[in-house]
């Protein structure tokens, strides 16, 4: 089998939203090259040093690939592409140069090129990301090992929005709780938040295709078992109950539709963690929490991005 190929020139900034773009324009998976992961590179074996200067890299900028089946009517997809990713300018976001090509892979050639790539990757003090054909035994007592099959996209935790909610995660579980992780993509975030000892973890994503990609993540972690993933717009279709965290980690312009709602699933003290949030977008992430009733505890910062651990006010306070 081939595969079509849409690669789209972006900005660190527009990655999420221009591979947001692809998914729904119907990718079977991405794969991103992105400058600013040199910053927040951290190999699994703490005593592997990487010399960038000798080691090739993207230096500037980034590369969104979405990745078609051969019958996709691909003149289509990309003029739909390069209209929404000409809007991305709209909302705040520097896509720029925005320009979207095409190429054809074959199956074979993109199965040995991209498993190379990818290896266990240890994402915070206490958490590794292993890909499923991978073995890997823990290198130091208290790690724990989240597997994932990323398929063609490898939603592992390396990007730097999925490693500040890791280490959010790490923040504040300190175990018994339940957790509703909103977006919750891979599901990376969900077995993590397991492994560290919550009780009940409940993601949604915006449909079934979303969902069952996640749970095929899910399927891959014993300690995951009993997690629960449904299709839902954010917060419409949550069945009624409270929370004791809730996780979010999607852009600004998702995180503020969201704010107003969580205090419907949230108890009263309960944190809420947040990010996907963009340097030029913090301040009125942290002003909308403040206007709904949080109190800001902590402030993360990762290369450009920046990650938030909030809690809901009670009533003395």
Same mark, same amino acid.
């Given at each position: 089998m081939s595969w079509q190929e849409i690669i789209v020139e972006t900005q660190t900034e527009a990655v999420e939203a221009v591979s947001n773009i692809l998914m729904e324009a119907g990718a079977e998976g991405i794969q991103i090259?992105?400058?600013? #992961?040199?910053?927040?590179?951290?190999?699994?074996?703490? +005593?592997?040093?990487?010399?960038?200067?000798?080691v090739e890299h993207r230096e500037s900028g980034a590369t969104v690939a979405g990745y078609f089946a051969e019958d996709v009517n691909l003149p289509e997809v990309i003029n739909d592409v390069q209209m929404r990713v000409n809007q991305l300018a709209s909302f705040g976001l520097d896509a720029t140069p925005g320009k979207v090509t095409t190429s054809a892979v074959k199956d074979e050639d993109w199965a040995t090129e991209w498993q190379k790539y990818y290896h266990p990757v240890r994402v915070t003090r206490h958490l590794t990301v292993v890909p499923k054909w991978e073995e890997y035994q823990p290198a130091q007592e208290g790690e724990k090992v989240i597997?994932?099959?990323?398929?063609?996209?490898f939603g592992t935790g390396?990007?730097?929005?999925?490693?500040?909610?890791m280490q959010a995660l790490e923040i504040v579980v300190r175990?018994?709780?339940?957790?509703? #992780?909103?977006? +919750?993509?891979?599901?990376?975030l969900?077995?993590?938040?397991?492994?560290?000892?919550?009780?009940?973890?409940?993601g949604t994503d915006i449909d079934e295709v979303a969902v069952r990609s996640a749970q095929g993540n899910l399927d891959l972690n014993p300690v995951a078992s009993d997690i629960q993933v449904m299709a839902s717009?954010?917060?419409s279709d949550v069945p009624a109950q409270e929370f004791d965290i809730v996780v979010a980690n999607m852009l600004a312009e998702v995180l503020v539709p969201l704010?107003?709602?969580?205090?419907?699933?949230?108890?009263?003290?309960?944190?809420f963690l947040l990010s996907g949030i963009y340097e030029d977008k913090a301040q009125t992430i942290i002003a909308k929490l403040e206007e709904n009733g949080y109190a800001l505890d902590e402030t993360m910062k990762?290369?450009?991005?920046?990650?938030?651990?909030?809690?809901?006010?009670?009533?003395?306070?």
């Open positions: 090259d992105d400058a600013a #992961d040199v910053n927040s590179y951290e190999p699994a074996d703490a +005593t592997v040093w990487v010399d960038w200067d000798v597997v994932l099959d990323p398929g063609m996209a390396t990007h730097p929005t999925t490693r500040l909610m175990g018994g709780e339940r957790l509703l #992780d909103v977006g +919750t993509g891979s599901g990376v969900g077995i993590a938040a397991k492994l560290l000892g919550a009780d009940k973890v409940l717009d954010l917060l704010i107003p709602q969580v205090d419907s699933v949230l108890r009263p003290g309960g944190k990762l290369g450009e991005w920046y990650g938030l651990i909030a809690h809901r006010k009670s009533e003395d306070e």
